[in-house]
């Protein structure tokens, strides 16, 4: 059974506890360094994370991004991290759910993400082709690369993703 996990948005009280995270989610990168700067520079994310009591244990960022200036509609569903001792317990796929919720009241229309296709098709991304990632994806991880309309939405223009400068180094693009 899923436990019931809270999870709500993260202010910047919880900073600390993010960082804290992800090298245990992450034990082979480097993460805290785009996390921070996308939680402290004022830009445009929703960052949500799930409670057990008072820890934090999974945390997911969303950053708003577009194809076109004047269309700030879509989102990078990254990073997304989950403490080891509670992976494959239903917290990461609720923090996902919770923002693809959240994103659709905001109007946002289509959701990215760089990850494995296993994961992610549970959702209803699937493989994007219109709209290409900020750095080239090799052939063979195509697939990784995928999205998600929200409420029946137009998808955004096709093109270059455009995303905040803490997104714009090629290592956070391998997948
Ligand atoms: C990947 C991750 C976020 C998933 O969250 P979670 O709470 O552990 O997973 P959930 O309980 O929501 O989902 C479990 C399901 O996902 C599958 N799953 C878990 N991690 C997976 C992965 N890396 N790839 C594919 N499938 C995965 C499980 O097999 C399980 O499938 P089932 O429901 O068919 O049995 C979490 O395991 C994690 O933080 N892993 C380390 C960091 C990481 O790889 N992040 C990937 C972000 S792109």
């Given amino acids: 059974m899923t436990k019931k996990w809270m ?5 910047s009280g919880d900073i600390a506890q993010v960082l804290a995270l992800y090298p245990l989610a992450f034990p082979e990168e480097e993460l805290r360094p785009v996390v921070l700067a996308l939680l402290e520079d004022g830009l445009d994310v929703l960052s949500l994370a799930g409670f057990d009591g008072d820890a934090l244990v999974a945390h997911v960022l969303f950053t708003i991004c577009e194809t076109e200036e004047w269309d700030r509609t879509g989102a990078l569903l990254a990073p997304l991290g989950v403490i080891p001792l509670l992976q494959r317990l ?12 959240r994103l659709e009241k905001r109007g946002i229309k289509q959701v990215f993400v760089l990850g494995d296709p296993a994961y992610y098709q549970r959702f209803g991304f699937s493989p994007e082709r219109q709209v290409l990632a900020p750095y080239p994806i090799p052939e063979e991880w195509a697939d990784a690369w995928q999205s998600i309309l929200l409420a029946a939405q137009a998808p955004l223009a096709p093109g270059r993703l455009s995303l905040p400068e803490p997104w714009m180094n090629p290592v956070l693009w391998k997948p």
Wanted: proline letters at 0%; hydrophobic letters at 35%; charged letters at 25%.
């Fill in 7 to 11: 999870i709500r948005e993260t202010t």
């Fill in 90 to 101: 239903g917290l990461g796929s609720s923090l996902v759910r919770a923002g693809l919720e």
